[in-house]
């Protein structure tokens, strides 16, 4: 259903992200676009990006629509993109056969408590053996990609 390309840790400094057109201007994590593109091609509409951005305290009022931009840019143009606020990511889990690839251990914990497959996301390349490495079948038994 949903999959997630994160940011570098080091640009999650609120200070960077006031910078006009940053997030639009950030490149992809080094395989993103591979790992995107050969997930993307096994799922086809069931891929979709769920991402969380800022509080609107955090003064990013346009994180979402820069977010939402940046992916279509650097991914697909026609990709579904879900805006949430990180602890919303949970509701997007529709069971065990939905993943959810994130950087964040404590998001795939909390994806995981409502039944879906989370992967730790550290590199492209590791994601991807996760999924197509173990050979169950063609797309590793997963009906989604989150």
Request: charged content about 30%; some cysteine.
């Amino acid at each position: 259903m949903m999959m997630l390309l994160y940011l570098p840790r080091q640009e999650r400094r609120w200070d960077v992200w006031l910078i006009k057109d940053r997030i639009y201007k950030l490149e992809l994590m080094p395989g993103a676009k591979k790992m995107f593109d050969t997930l993307y091609g096994m799922y086809g509409d069931k891929c979709e990006i769920l991402t969380g951005i800022p509080k609107p305290k955090r003064g990013i009022l346009t994180s979402g629509e820069d977010k939402t931009n940046w992916v279509h840019r650097l991914l697909n143009p026609d990709i579904k993109v879900n805006i949430v606020y990180r602890e919303e990511k949970p509701n997007y889990c529709t069971g065990k056969d939905c993943i959810l690839i994130d950087d964040l251990e404590k998001n795939i914990k909390a994806w995981e408590e409502c039944g879906g497959t989370g992967i730790h996301f550290t590199n492209a390349e590791d994601v991807l053996d996760k999924i197509i490495g173990s050979g169950e079948n063609e797309s590793n038994g997963y009906d989604a990609v989150c």
